[in-house]
Structures are given as structure tokens and as C-alpha cells.
């Protein structure tokens, strides 16, 4: 069964730093990207960037540039979303979430498999 | 880049047909047949329904379909039931490996 397993709930201070886990079983964790969703309470799916478990490259969207740090670890099949000088706007749900590599404007097959989601309060 | 264009609600009584809109740019919608779309229940992680605009994984009933007009991309939910009351949204491939998704629409079975 394939399964994304993330960590659990996190409360953090303005200015603080998170990092969210995701571990991958059932597949092979090198042979997809992992990316990270999220998603403000009553609002809408933003993406975030991507990992590629293999050769650690990242692709991350502009608007987290500077701010957001992708890892893996592939001895335990565990990708990681870290992200920095939280804002209050910060507040959301983080999904990582599964595709098959993708470059150069092919192959892209949508995410299709997600973890629980991970809830990030950011609060002082 | 903005996400792309969604109808915010939609809605359709038990075994009509709804259609739902997803209007982005020649960047993105228009320039690659790399739509996909999502089942989002309140609380739960989004559901992979419908890839590469009109296929769909194994599992989802084929009342899902997909099609793609220019910079629009469709998704049509037919023979509605009950349990396809839920968010959807639609994701495109947006140049320089990077993707881009719709704001979401709210589908009601009334």
C-alpha cells in the first residue's frame, strides 16, 4: 500500500522556523518528485515547489523563494518542508504529495497520492 | 503567476450533469494537455480524479470527464450523487517545471 505519512500538528511564534516531515512507503521513494500543498483555513490549494528524491534538486515557486528549504533523506524515505521567518499568513494545512518525474513541459501526471496533511499555526 | 480561473460554486440535483471551469492562460492551460483535476472533501487530502486533461486513474468512476478548450479546461461530473458534493480543483503544468493550481469551486448536490 502506498502510503505519505506526515508529522504532526506544530504551533509556532512569528519570525520561527518549521520543518514538516513526509515519510514514503509502498514505493520506491527515489523514482517520484515530492511536493508540498498547502492550504489556508477556507481557502484554496496553493502549490509550493517540489523535491527531486533522487538527486535532491528543487524547483520552488517564486512566491517562497528565499524562504522555503526542501530536503530528503533517502535512508529513511523521508522528504522534509522547512520554512522560514514564518508570518501569520503562514497559517494552513502542508501536504506533501506524489508525481512522477516530470521536465521541460513533459510527463507531468498530476499528484496522486497525498499525505494527511500537516496543520502549521503560526501565533504569538 | 495567479491561479487559475474557477467558478467559486457550481451545483446540480442527482443524476443531472455539472461542468466546471478552469480558464488559465497559452503559459499554462492553453500551452500543454498537462490538466489535472482534484476531489477535495472538508477535511481531507485531495483526491487525483481526472490527469493529462481526460484520463482518469483507476478507480474513478467514469462519470468523471475531462476535456480542454483552448485555455480552458473542463471537468464534467455526470449522473451526480451525493458523495460528489465536495471542492474541486483544477492543476496545470505552468512552464519552468513548475504548476500552478485553480482557486477551487464548491460542487452542491442540491
Known amino acids: 500500500q502506498v502510503l505519505l505519512v506526515q508529522s504532526g500538528a506544530e504551533v509556532k511564534k512569528p519570525g520561527a522556523s518549521v520543518k514538516v516531515s513526509c515519510k514514503a512507503s509502498?514505493?520506491?521513494?527515489?523514482?517520484?518528485?515530492m511536493h508540498w500543498v498547502r492550504q489556508a483555513p477556507g481557502q484554496g490549494l496553493e502549490w509550493m515547489g517540489w523535491?527531486?528524491?533522487?538527486?535532491?534538486?528543487?524547483n520552488y515557486a517564486q512566491k517562497f523563494q528565499g524562504r522555503v528549504t526542501m530536503t530528503r533523506d533517502t535512508s529513511i524515505s523521508t522528504a522534509y518542508m522547512e520554512l522560514s521567518r514564518l508570518r501569520s499568513d503562514d497559517t494552513a494545512v502542508y501536504f506533501c504529495?506524489?508525481?512522477?518525474?516530470?521536465?521541460?513541459?513533459?510527463?507531468?501526471?498530476?499528484?496522486?497520492?497525498w499525505g494527511q496533511g500537516t496543520t502549521v499555526t503560526v501565533s504569538s | 503567476q495567479s491561479a487559475l480561473t474557477q467558478p467559486p460554486s457550481a451545483s446540480g440535483s442527482p443524476g443531472q450533469s455539472v461542468t466546471i471551469s478552469c480558464t488559465g492562460t497559452?503559459?499554462?492551460?492553453?500551452?500543454?494537455?498537462?490538466v489535472s483535476w482534484y476531489q477535495q472533501h472538508p477535511g481531507k487530502a485531495p483526491k487525483l480524479m481526472i490527469y493529462?486533461?481526460?484520463k482518469r486513474p483507476s478507480g474513478v468512476p467514469d462519470r468523471f470527464s475531462g476535456s480542454k478548450s483552448g485555455n480552458t479546461a473542463s471537468l464534467t461530473v455526470s449522473g451526480l450523487q451525493a458523495e460528489d458534493e465536495a471542492d474541486y480543483y483544477c492543476?496545470?503544468?505552468?512552464?519552468?517545471?513548475?504548476?500552478?493550481f485553480g482557486g477551487g469551486t464548491k460542487l452542491t448536490v442540491l
Open positions: 504529495a506524489r508525481s512522477v518525474p516530470f521536465w521541460g513541459g513533459s510527463n507531468y501526471y498530476g499528484m496522486d497520492v
Open positions: 509502498g514505493y520506491t521513494f527515489t523514482g517520484y518528485y
Open positions: 523535491i527531486n528524491p533522487n538527486s535532491g534538486g528543487t
Open positions: 497559452s503559459s499554462d492551460v492553453g500551452g500543454y494537455n498537462y
Open positions: 493529462e486533461v481526460s
Open positions: 492543476n496545470s503544468y505552468a512552464g519552468s517545471n513548475n504548476v500552478l
